[in-house]
Structure formats: C-alpha cells, structure tokens
C-alpha cells in the first residue's frame, strides 16, 4: 500500500482535465486551509470537489469487490474511509461550501458528464 498515491491519481487528473476543457479554472489542489483538505477547491466560490476511487471509498454505483484474502481488514479500511468521508463532507458543509463527490467509474465513462453538477455550480 505504500505505492498508492494519495495526489495526482488518474482519476483526479482526469476531472482536471475536463474542469480545464469546461474553461473552470483557478482551483486550489488539496488545499489545507479548509477542513478536509479537498482534492479540488474553488477557494472563492466555496466549492469542494473529492474524487473518490471506486475500491478505496467503496463506490455505491459499481460496488467493487473486497478481496478474499484478508477480507476483515479491507471491509475494516473501506468503512473507516466512509466514515472519514462522512466526516469531511459535514465540516465543509458547516463552514458553508458546496462539497460534490465524483466516482472514478463515472470518470472512466464520460468525464465531461461526471463532473456537469460541478461546472454548474461554478457558473452560477
């Protein structure tokens, strides 16, 4: 686990890039000013976007599979890291930003149409 990146992952390059060709630009990249520490953040228009991976957040689209071997550590893992996403969302959502959650399986299909809620949340 020590080779899993916790920034730059293909996903999030991926929401980038579409952010980039929407012309939304002028984001902040896990800015530690706010609390959770968003992957993207539109610091001035209180928007915080997470770009989750499908097996580490547990995907609720896909559902990916545990692995067999160990399965208690890594059904163990996947909750904590709901829990801790549950967490982050709350305190965005009381320090007053719009939080959006993107899937890496939505990405993967059309990165355009994953990240539409986020566009038009900016543009308004």
């Known amino acids: 686990m020590s080779r899993i990146r916790a920034k730059n992952t293909g996903p999030e390059l991926m929401a980038r890039a579409a952010l980039r060709r929407a012309g939304s630009i002028g984001y902040r990249l896990h800015y530690k000013k706010v609390p959770g520490r968003p992957d993207i953040a539109f610091v001035g228009r209180r928007v915080a976007v997470f770009v989750h991976g499908c097996f580490w957040h547990g995907c609720p689209y896909c559902r990916p599979r545990t692995p067999k071997n160990n399965s208690s550590f890594w059904q163990q893992k996947i909750t904590t ?39 038009t949340a900016l543009d308004r």
């Open 81 to 119: 890291n709901k829990a801790r996403d549950a967490r982050k969302t709350a305190a965005l959502r009381k320090a007053g930003w719009k939080v959006f959650t993107v899937w890496e399986c939505r990405l993967r299909r059309s990165p355009e149409r994953a990240m539409a809620r986020v566009i």
